[in-house]
C-alpha cells in the first residue's frame, strides 16, 4: 500500500468525465512566511467514488468538530473546578 503525506489539494478539474486533481505537499517557506508547494501526485476517480468521498469527509468534518466543542466544554468545566 502506498502512503502520500498530503498539505492541499488543487486544480480539480473534470477530464472525459473523470475528475482529476493535484495533490500538493509543503516543500519549504517563503521569508515572507508563506509556504512553497509542489505537486506529489494527481488522483482521478470517478464522479461517484468523487461525490463519495465528498460525502465521507463531511462525515469526518461534523465528527472532528463536535469532537473539538466536546473538549473545549470539558478544559471550560476542569477550569471552573480549579
Known amino acids: 500500500m502506498k502512503q502520500e503525506l498530503v498539505d492541499a489539494i488543487t486544480n480539480v478539474r473534470v477530464i472525459a468525465g ?36 465528498v460525502r465521507t469527509f463531511q462525515e469526518a468534518d461534523k465528527g472532528l468538530r463536535e469532537r473539538a466543542a466536546n473538549q473545549l466544554e470539558n478544559q471550560e468545566k476542569e477550569s471552573s473546578k480549579n
Open 18 to 53: 473523470i475528475i482529476r486533481m493535484d495533490l500538493m505537499k509543503i516543500t519549504g517557506q517563503e521569508k515572507d512566511g508563506k509556504y512553497v508547494f509542489e505537486k506529489c501526485s494527481e488522483l482521478a476517480m470517478s464522479t461517484s467514488a468523487f461525490a463519495q468521498s
